[in-house]
């Protein structure tokens, strides 16, 4: 078995925790891939590495010394050197990335150097061998992944070996350093772990895995124990804390599994992410977890056989394109049709785009219904449960939370309503006591 084990920033944010993810990874020897991000905060009001090095890096661009910048990230990874007794000569690489500060060093570069930093620490902690992402990271021309290549590389130079990588980075086809965006580290370990056709993905951070509802308005919520990655997309959408986008497809491509763990608690069994899961899974749940969006507008354009007249939706969609603006939902009737959007999206345009519908199309009337949010509960089982939305709009209604829109796709994935503004907190804790306790 291989597992390919990724470690965040607050696993690697001091000694203390060096020690945690050490234990962690000897404790199965199946975890011979390792994957790291630079050091995260240590305690309330403390600076991720990555945001110092970008900080540093800001300071040599407009002509101010950084110094006093550089030796904060240095004295972390000194502090770490000391405290484990580790053979690496940190000093020298210090010394060498400091001569490149003044030598018109790149942004990515120094940015990468955080990851890089902890990659080369871990690895003598652990007795691993260091992998540099650049070594098997290839990007194209374009800023794209080249999948192929770096899949190839990393199978290669991996085989066999026990490695500690470097996360959020990889090589442009100049050699120059690339960083992914934020959240890259996670990527770059679904990466490694399709292209070494890993059995599992492990991605260590400190939350015991996803929650069922946001810990701000549900107190102690329950951790979702599986879940799918069409219901990770969908509570993900839905303004769910969940992974860096890119860190699902590479694993979700190969059907890897992928389990999020809390280096704090090494015994939680944390989520694991998987396509799908046997039918025999034995649960009292339907509802795999809640998320919601505040603040939509609601436009309902209102004429007698709207939905008979060919063409009439397409016409309106053109103009909501035509302004920037992205239709989140689309509920209608015979004569009605709805669109909910995102209040930012069409605060500046609004009355235009109310103008060229009524130009367009001569309806009846148009309404606009401001201060929405929209709640999601999603559940792959609810497909299977008789009565899902009747027991939760009783719920609701018993609540007395009013129901502004209902929209519900035909896999029965998920069902969404529409609320007050004002009732999104409340709704959110009721559809979880009334399903989840």
């Keep these: ?7 965040g920033g607050s696993s690697m944010a001091d000694a203390g925790q060096y020690k945690k993810v050490r234990d962690i990874v000897l404790s199965d020897p199946a975890r011979s891939v390792i994957v790291v991000s630079a050091a995260g905060k240590r305690f309330v009001g403390d600076h ?20 006093p910048v550089f030796d904060m990230i240095a004295e972390r990874y000194r502090e770490i050197c000391r405290e484990l007794e580790l053979k690496t000569d940190i000093e020298a690489e210090l010394s060498s990335l400091r001569e490149e500060l003044s030598g018109g060093i790149s942004q990515d570069r120094l940015v990468s150097r955080g990851e890089y930093f902890s990659a080369r620490l871990l690895a003598d902690y652990l007795g691993f061998e260091f992998l540099d992402a650049a070594d098997w990271l290839h990007f194209s021309f374009d800023g794209s992944i080249d999948k192929q290549r770096s899949y190839t590389e990393l199978r290669r130079l991996a085989e066999g070996r026990r490695v500690v990588i470097p996360g959020f980075y990889g090589v442009m086809p100049d050699g120059s350093i690339k960083v992914l965006s934020r959240g890259g580290s996670d990527v770059s370990g679904a990466l490694a772990a399709a292209a070494l056709d890993a059995d599992v993905y492990e991605n260590w951070t400190d939350v015991s895995g996803i929650l069922m509802a946001d810990p701000r308005i549900v107190e102690n919520p329950d951790t979702i124990s599986r879940i799918t990655y069409s219901e990770l997309r969908e509570l993900s959408y839905m303004g769910a804390q969940v992974l860096h986008e890119g860190a699902v497809f590479p694993v979700r491509e190969k059907n890897i599994p992928l389990n999020i763990r809390n280096t704090n608690d090494p015994l939680h069994p944390g989520t694991v992410i998987m396509e799908k899961f046997p039918d025999d899974e034995q649960s009292e749940r339907f509802i795999t977890g809640i998320a919601g969006r505040r603040h939509f507008t609601i436009i309902t354009v209102s004429k007698a056989g709207l939905s008979s007249e060919i063409g009439s939706l397409r016409k309106i969609l053109e103009l909501f394109e035509r302004h920037g603006v992205c239709v989140e939902y689309t509920p209608s009737g015979i004569d009605t049709v709805s669109l909910v959007v ?26 606009i219904t401001d201060g929405i949010s929209v709640v999601a509960a999603v559940g792959r089982k609810m497909a299977y449960k008789p009565g899902s939305s009747g027991r939760l709009f009783a719920a609701l209604g018993k609540s007395g939370i009013n129901i502004r829109m209902i929209s519900q796709g035909p896999e029965e994935l998920n069902i969404i309503v529409g609320v007050n503004d004002d009732d999104f907190e409340k709704t959110v804790r009721v559809l979880y006591h009334s399903f989840v306790k």
């Design 48 to 67: 991720k590495l990555t945001d110092l090095l970008y900080l540093c890096h800001a300071h040599i661009r407009y002509g101010v010394d950084c110094s």
């Design 342 to 367: 995102s209040a930012e999206s069409v605060s500046s345009c609004l009355y235009a785009l109310v103008g060229e519908v009524q130009k367009a199309l001569s309806p009846d009337g148009i309404q």
């Design 1 to 7: 078995m291989l597992k390919v084990a990724k470690f």
